[in-house]
């Protein structure tokens, strides 16, 4: 396949391209910067508690993603988003869970 291409829609190829580049890896710069300063969050006598719960968070999201696709129709369609929101349920759950028991864990520690 060739492309008959003048230099003048070669150039602006090039520069559209070029353009791309930079807004990607300034993208690339802002996302490692996010992942630096969430490390820092998870410095506190938390951190093992703050870590386990990311991950439910993270798939929370993903489930609220996935339904909010389904109702607007953008993605495949789900064929029973009730268990996606059961399954959103059992994460806030363990998250309860997980925040109890340091929580008792603590008041152990001080009493």
């Known amino acids: 396949m060739?492309?008959?291409?003048s230099k003048?829609?070669?150039k602006q190829l090039e520069n559209a391209s070029e353009k791309k580049k930079v807004e990607l890896r300034l993208e690339i710069l802002f996302l490692k910067k996010a992942y630096i300063n969430s490390l820092s969050l998870y410095n506190s006598k938390e951190k093992n508690i703050d870590i386990a719960n990311l991950d439910l968070f993270i798939q929370i999201n993903r489930g609220l993603n996935c339904?909010?696709?389904h109702?607007?129709?953008a993605e495949i369609l789900l064929n029973n988003p009730i268990n996606i929101i059961n399954g959103i349920r059992g994460f806030l759950n363990d998250i309860h869970l997980n925040y109890q028991n340091a929580f008792?864990?603590?008041?152990?520690?001080?009493t």
């Open 2 to 5: 060739k492309f008959n291409l």
């Open 8 to 10: 003048k829609e070669l």
């Open 67 to 69: 339904i909010e696709n």
């Open 71 to 73: 109702i607007r129709g």
């Open 104 to 110: 008792q864990d603590i008041d152990g520690v001080i």
